[in-house]
């Protein structure tokens, strides 16, 4: 599975951003997708995830997003998507979205990434 994250850019705080993260497996409806970001000097953080249709799309996000974020899918386009509204400085980072093959949320087996969108919020 290829996936292609898109959609990044800089914002002012307060603002709002839509990821895109685009598949190339035309049977990815069947596959969980996460979001997860990374600052510098900061380790890896879960965003958020929404599941296969065998899982009816459960959604689960991190808790600095939770109330912020919004994850969808659009399954006859092969893509996910990561609305991001009140967005914060501290949302600064790089943002990869990965297709996993087990599991739900954040524990989840992430086994496929993309290649990140950077997302840069002002103050």
């Known amino acids: 599975v290829q996936l292609q994250a898109s959609g990044g850019g800089l914002v002012q705080a307060g603002g709002s951003l839509r990821l895109s993260c685009a598949a190339s497996?035309?049977?990815?409806?069947?596959?969980?997708v996460g979001w997860f970001r990374q600052a510098p000097g900061k380790e890896r953080e879960f965003v958020g995830s929404?599941?296969?249709?065998?899982?009816?799309?459960?959604?689960y996000y991190g808790d600095s997003v939770k109330g912020r974020f919004t994850i969808s899918r659009d399954n006859a386009k092969n893509t996910v998507f990561l609305q991001m509204n009140s967005l914060k400085p501290e949302d600064t980072a790089v943002y990869y979205c990965?297709?996993?093959?087990?599991?739900?949320?954040?524990?989840?087996?992430?086994?496929?990434w993309g290649q990140g969108t950077q997302v840069t919020v002002s103050s």
């Open positions: 990965a297709v996993s093959t087990s599991g739900l949320g954040p524990y989840a087996q992430y086994d496929y």
């Open positions: 497996e035309r049977t990815f409806s069947g596959y969980g």
């Open positions: 929404v599941g296969s249709i065998w899982n009816s799309g459960m959604t």
